[in-house]
């Protein structure tokens, strides 16, 4: 399950595959799932799936699992409750250096 998500190698290679640079905005990010950001706010875990983390902040689950965009939409009305409901998203739980490598990990010699 990979709804609480950063960008993956696989958008990285296609992005190289395509000459397209990763835009900065994707250079950092907030992992619900995998940080506790999810538990620190509603004193529970994201169990169940992002389906039954949506109904339990009381929206409605649309779409098909698994699609990327209905995935974000779902993902973002999780998002849009924490903001409601007080949370304050501060920092980023993730990012990456200037060579696209995670912070705290080395890149690898090829």
């Given at each position: 399950?990979?709804?609480?998500?950063?960008?993956?190698?696989?958008?990285?290679?296609?992005?190289?595959?395509?000459?397209?640079?990763?835009?900065?905005?994707?250079?950092?990010?907030?992992?619900?799932?995998?940080?506790?950001?999810?538990?620190?706010?509603?004193?529970?875990?994201?169990?169940?799936?992002?389906?039954?983390?949506?109904?339990?902040?009381?929206?409605?689950?649309?779409?098909r699992a698994h699609n990327g965009l209905v995935d974000?939409?779902?993902?973002?009305?999780?998002?849009?409750?924490?903001?409601?409901?007080?949370?304050?998203?501060?920092?980023?739980?993730?990012?990456?250096?200037?060579?696209?490598?995670?912070?705290?990990?080395?890149?690898?010699?090829?």
């Amino acid at each position: 399950m990979n709804y609480f998500s950063k960008p993956t190698e696989f958008s990285g290679l296609e992005l190289q595959y395509k000459s397209i640079d990763l835009p900065p905005c994707f250079d950092r990010w907030i992992n619900l799932k995998d940080d506790s950001v999810f538990k620190k706010h509603y004193h529970r875990e994201p169990r169940g799936g992002l389906r039954a983390c949506v109904e339990c902040v009381g929206a409605k689950w649309e779409g098909r699992a698994h699609n990327g965009l209905v995935d974000s939409i779902n993902t973002a009305k999780i998002v849009r409750d924490m903001v409601r409901t007080g949370f304050r998203f501060t920092r980023s739980t993730r990012g990456l250096d200037r060579n696209g490598v995670p912070f705290g990990q080395r890149k690898k010699n090829v």
